[in-house]
Nanobody
Framework: QVQLVESGGGLVQVGGSLRLSCAAS????????MGWFRQAPGKEREFVAA????????YYADSVKGRFTISRDNAKNTLYLQMNSLKPEDTAVYYC???????????????WGQGTQVTVSS
């Protein structure tokens, strides 16, 4: 049984930073990709970033390039999202996801975490 558990969300001021974590269990991750999505109130869930567990190729939405960094720790089976220079429009519930291919839609991602709230106040 695959489990993804996010943590690290919270309230931060504009321009601040947060680091999200996603602990994965129940699956060997070497052949998978992992990603971060977010969903703001009244909006659809949108792609933020993704990483290939083996090789570590990374992918970002244009809206977060240069501000967010996705990374993983093989030994801890943990995915991270370092978020810098946060803006009010980054406010959303952030979800980690596990899949076999990188797609910017929510389809084809096989497993999801429960989400963690990020609120950026101005």
């Amino acid at each position: 049984q695959v489990q993804l558990v996010e943590s690290g969300g919270g309230l931060v001021q504009v321009g601040g930073s947060l680091r999200l974590s996603c602990a994965a269990s129940g699956r060997t991750l070497s052949s998978y990709v992992m990603g971060w999505f977010r969903q703001a109130p009244g909006k659809e869930r949108e792609f933020v970033a993704a990483i290939r567990w083996s090789g570590a190729s990374t992918y970002y939405a244009d809206s977060v390039k240069g501000r967010f960094t996705i990374s993983r720790d093989n030994a801890k089976n943990t995915l991270y999202l370092q978020m810098n220079s946060l803006k009010p429009e980054d406010t959303a519930v952030y979800y980690c996801a596990l899949g076999t291919i990188v797609v910017v839609t929510t389809t084809s991602w096989e497993y999801w975490g429960q989400g963690t709230q990020v609120t950026v106040s101005s």
